[in-house]
């Protein structure tokens, strides 16, 4: 292809070659939260390159190190990389770190040299496919999109699909079929939104407290209902998520509400806001059809954790107004680097993982 030229000093120097002279600037539309893998695999496809020689073109990567496909891992770039990158593109660098995640501090390599490579540490974040029509509409026709995503699974509002880590195909889950799905997506986010970092927690607390329900009876009218519904398999743990949002957002108001009344009275004592939790937690149990003298299990680990948390006393204003108390949250959760992860649960379960006893 013809390359472009670059004004001076624009290009850094490899060899004899001035850098970007084998490759034509060709923009690249931008997917929200993309990985720089699949971004790099994007970009590779529109030059009609490999990965490989379009890493070679970004910066020096450690010796023997192969260009892997964007849904087994991620590739970190210096500050000088991603500059050239952007160069290629034709964007600021400014536009592209804002486009891509991982292309932000502090997940820039540190130093001054442009260079690449393959972390092999777990990351922070997982990598989860975009929804198929976002990527036939963003992604250029070049192959599947994946995002960096706080959660293994990611719901697309906009064409109401489901996409998770361990996903067979680019399709997702079809969400027309569970409305009642979508719609605790939606109240999830508005609860999130006005509550905050702590309804983000709770959030996660509910959904390990009904995924530990599913765990001992994934059969469950209800949730099997809607697996038959959409198509899902009810034992499917990657699935499992949509089967039981519902009641995890019933969960999670419940939860919600014990911590806002706890708040009120932060001298205690608790026991009726327990009793009222039970009591709506038992409710929704005795609707599930859950088996009786199990579904208190979570409950009661929950309690036992959060009630370690005593709320302070609220401040008074100037005026003599006492402030808007906030719900309390157990101490486990505060200091969480990324408070909206569904892993950053108090429980010590992960219901989700197929070869994990809970």
Same mark, same amino acid.
């Given at each position: ?42 970009? $590779? ?51 592209? =770190? ?154 999670? =108001? ?21 009793? $009222? ?82």
């Amino acid at each position: 292809m013809a390359g472009w030229p670059l004004s001076p000093g624009a290009g850094d120097m490899l060899g004899d070659a001035v850098w970007g002279g084998s490759l034509s600037r060709q923009p690249v539309r931008f997917v929200a939260h993309e990985s720089n893998c699949s971004f790099l695999w994007r970009v $590779a496809g529109v030059q009609g390159v490999e990965v490989g020689f379009l890493l070679a073109e970004l910066g020096d990567g450690p010796p023997g190190q192969q260009a892997l496909r964007p849904h087994l891992a991620e590739v970190l770039l210096s500050g000088a990389a991603a500059d050239r990158l952007a160069q290629m593109l034709g964007v600021s660098s400014a536009r592209l =770190r804002w486009a891509l995640p991982h292309l932000r501090a502090p997940h820039l390599l540190p130093g001054e040299r442009a260079r690449w490579e393959w972390p092999w540490e777990p990351l922070a974040h997982c990598l989860v496919p975009a929804c198929r029509l976002c990527a036939a509409v963003r992604g250029g026709g070049w192959g599947e999109v994946w995002l960096v995503w706080p959660e293994r699974w990611r719901i697309c509002e906009r064409h109401g699909r489901f996409t998770h880590v361990r996903q067979g195909g680019p399709g997702g889950v079809d969400l027309a079929r569970l409305p009642e799905s979508v719609g605790a997506h939606r109240r999830r986010g508005r609860l999130e939104r006005r509550f905050g970092p702590t309804a983000a927690v709770l959030v996660a607390d509910a959904f390990a407290l009904a995924g530990w329900w599913w765990r001992r009876a994934p059969h469950t009218r209800r949730w099997a209902e809607r697996a038959a519904r959409a198509g899902l398999q009810p034992e499917d743990v990657e699935t499992a998520w949509l089967l039981v949002y519902p009641e995890v957002l019933q969960v999670a =108001r419940a939860l919600l509400r014990y911590e806002l009344q706890r708040g009120a009275l932060p001298g205690g004592p608790w026991a009726a806001a327990e009793a $009222a939790l039970v009591a709506e937690l038992s409710q929704l149990a005795s609707e599930l059809g859950l088996p009786p003298g199990r579904w208190q299990v979570p409950v009661a680990e929950w309690l036992g954790r959060h009630h370690k948390c005593a709320p302070a006393a609220g401040d008074r204003e100037g005026s003599g107004r006492r402030r808007e108390r906030r719900p309390v949250t157990a101490l486990i959760h505060q200091g969480d680097e990324n408070p909206a992860s569904l892993d950053r649960c108090c429980l010590p379960w992960d219901w989700s993982d197929p070869f994990t006893a809970v």
